[in-house]
């Protein structure tokens, strides 16, 4: 038995890909995507059909702002096809949360959301050399400890809450609250290594 039979494809075989992707075989989500794209447009239009009629995003939308944030959860150490619809079922939610407070900001006058200073260095996605250093770091920290780097991709780079990150591990929320802390000062400090060796000033 090669387990149950999706769009043709078999559970085992969406595991597998599942793996090599989490591996680092980037041309494995091209294959991944292919298998798993019906089961998501469903549950994309599971989540907009609860959305008021004029939604600015569609299924296809939803479903696009999904695999985006999917690409940047690299090295991630994907248990089974269940494990990954957790995982996008999470990140449609936050998605529509997120334009639904972008929204509310806009009525109140476009006012930014306040950052936490120590997470403020993590938010400069348009800094090329910055995001850089931060995948080194998280690689870095993925090789001393696996599950905090995991809980660093799902709320930073798929930017899912404390109880859905606790959800897709399969883990306590004071878990995920604990090794978030732990990771974001062990970043921090090996992001200011780092800068120090770019710069020669010695610490």
């Known amino acids: 038995m090669t387990g149950a039979i999706i769009n043709g494809a078999s559970q085992s075989e969406i595991t597998l890909l599942l793996r090599a992707w989490g591996d680092g075989d980037d041309q494995a989500l091209g294959k991944l995507t292919a298998l798993v794209y019906e089961h998501l447009d469903r549950l994309a239009r599971h989540y907009m059909a609860g959305e008021k009629p004029g939604h600015i995003l569609q299924d296809t939308a939803l479903i ?5 944030r999917l690409v940047k959860l690299r090295r991630m150490e994907w248990k089974d096809r269940t494990h990954f619809y957790v995982v996008c079922a999470h990140m449609m939610q936050r998605i529509l949360t997120d ?3 972008f929204e509310l900001y ?98």
Request: charge should be neutral.
């Open 64 to 68: 696009n702002e999904t695999f985006l």
């Open 106 to 203: 806009q009525k109140r006058g476009g006012e930014a959301e306040r950052v936490p200073f120590e997470e403020s260095r993590f938010m400069k996605r348009e800094e090329r050399t910055d995001l850089v250093a931060l995948e080194d770091a998280l690689s870095a920290l993925a090789a001393t400890d696996q599950r905090k780097a995991h809980v660093v991709q799902l709320r930073f780079f798929a930017g899912l809450s404390v109880e859905e990150t606790a959800k897709a591990l399969r883990v306590s929320e004071r878990t995920v609250n604990d090794d978030w802390k732990f990771a974001k000062l062990w970043l921090l400090r090996e992001l200011d290594k780092g800068n120090d060796r770019g710069s020669g000033t010695p610490r």
């Open 99 to 101: 334009y639904a407070r």
